[in-house]
């Protein structure tokens, strides 16, 4: 069996238009040499169709990963893809991200052992991302800021992660003020070291349950590189139902006892341990 060379893994939840958009994305992939799994936690059957549909139309290989709907289950979906994964170099992003077209090409050139890739994204209004076709998409015309700037878009500095190419990109990535971390949406790294650390820690609800896992990889002597102006992806608007104030204040509970004990195994990861050795 040929193993591809990156499994991107894409979580979604009930965002089936969304969803097509980030797959024609992947589809307009400057190399081909990858897998697609979907962390699906609990959508109903117009996600399957959406990806059944593109299964039918690509060559690319795709595996929808499902759990039954039980409220924000995010870790645990990300848990079962990390197994499914094929290749030995794993890209997480969301069901709302528009990868460009280099978006796998970037991650794969730029990896290096004992490093995960910390990217970011684009954020686009409601208008702006309902607005995207398919033909946007294989033309790369949303990403051009002349195409967004028509459609209303107001100029800001983070309009060069648009922009950045080469020199520009590699200043701009080692002087951010932003610190590389693990989010979810936009980042890269080694299957091994996800499941050495154990995986996602299953009892995080939303809200820095990506960073909690990149601190424990951090423990364990992980590098964390910025390529925020590398690896390009758009955001597609949505709002955030799910959001709440204790599974906030839970979450910063345990990420205060993982950074306080330097423990980089979760007990409530891949395999559910007794005790941490």
């Known amino acids: 069996m040929n193993l591809a060379n990156a499994s991107v893994i894409i979580s979604t939840f009930n965002q089936p238009h969304w969803l097509q958009k980030v797959l024609w994305g992947y589809e307009a992939q400057t190399t081909?040499?990858?897998?697609i799994i979907i962390a699906d936690d609990g959508s109903d059957f117009q996600t399957k169709k959406i990806i059944n549909d593109f299964k039918a139309s690509s060559t690319i290989t795709v595996h929808h990963i499902w759990q039954p709907d039980e409220g924000f289950q995010k870790t645990k979906i990300l848990n079962k893809a990390v197994l499914q994964a094929n290749s030995a170099y794993l890209i997480f992003t969301d069901g709302d991200c528009i990868p460009r077209n280099d978006f796998v090409?970037?991650?794969?050139?730029l990896k290096q052992p004992h490093c995960f890739l910390s990217g970011g994204y684009f954020k686009l209004t409601d208008s702006i991302s309902k607005a995207i076709t398919k033909q946007d998409i294989d033309d790369q015309n949303c990403f051009k800021w002349g195409w967004l700037r028509a459609r209303g878009?107001?100029?800001?500095?983070k309009v060069n992660k648009l922009s950045a190419f080469g020199f520009k990109a590699w200043f701009l990535n080692t002087f951010t003020t932003t610190k590389a971390t693990f989010d979810g949406m936009n980042v890269s790294g080694w299957k091994k070291d996800i499941l050495e650390v154990n995986g996602f820690d299953e009892r995080m609800q939303y809200g820095g349950e990506d960073r909690e896992i990149g601190e424990r990889l951090m423990l364990k002597g992980i590098r964390f590189k910025q390529v925020r102006y590398s690896t390009v992806c758009l955001h597609l608007y949505h709002?955030?139902?799910?959001?709440?104030?204790?599974?906030?204040?839970k979450?910063?509970?345990?990420?205060?006892q993982t950074r306080r004990s330097r423990q980089f195994i979760t007990k409530h990861g891949i395999k559910k341990l007794s005790q941490v050795e």
């Open 153 to 157: 878009l107001k100029k800001t500095f």
């Open 251 to 256: 979450n910063k509970a345990i990420r205060k």
């Open 32 to 35: 081909k040499d990858f897998e």
């Open 105 to 109: 090409e970037t991650h794969l050139k």
């Open 239 to 249: 709002e955030r139902p799910y959001k709440n104030l204790e599974a906030l204040l």
